[in-house]
């Protein structure tokens, strides 16, 4: 089994930042993607941003200039870190690993529980 835990989700000021943490365990041979997802009150959920093993990424135009992911491929660890925070980023954010290989037969896709943002003065 797979688990995705979370952190680094809370409180922020409009103009504020923080970095957000998605680490993957159990028994992984390999991930493709892994990536943020983000849901907001009465809103479906959203892409926030993704990162394929090889580096290539994929932002929401919301987000662009503004947050950045990184990935440590060796700890299968992925990060958000999220600057010029405004109101509208409010939500709960949820990390995705997809496309992981736990044996040679058996590729899934994963969440984690997610984590509140709250930006507000």
């Known amino acids: 089994q797979v688990q995705l835990v979370e952190s680094g989700g809370g409180l922020v000021q409009p103009g504020g930042s923080l970095r957000l943490s998605c680490a993957a365990s159990?028994?992984?041979?390999?991930?493709?993607?892994m990536g943020w997802y983000r849901q907001a009150p009465g809103k479906q959920r959203e892409l926030v941003v993704a990162?394929?093993?090889?580096?290539?990424?994929n932002y929401a135009d919301s987000v662009k200039g503004r947050f950045t992911i990184s990935r440590d491929n060796a700890k299968n660890t992925v990060y958000l870190q999220m600057n010029s925070l405004k109101p509208e980023d409010k939500a709960v954010y949820y990390c995705n690993a997809d496309k992981v290989r736990t044996s040679a037969w058996n590729i899934d896709n994963y969440w984690g529980q997610g984590t509140q943002v709250t930006v507000s003065s």
């Open positions: 159990g028994n992984i041979f390999s991930i493709y993607a």
């Open positions: 990162i394929t093993s090889g580096g290539s990424t």
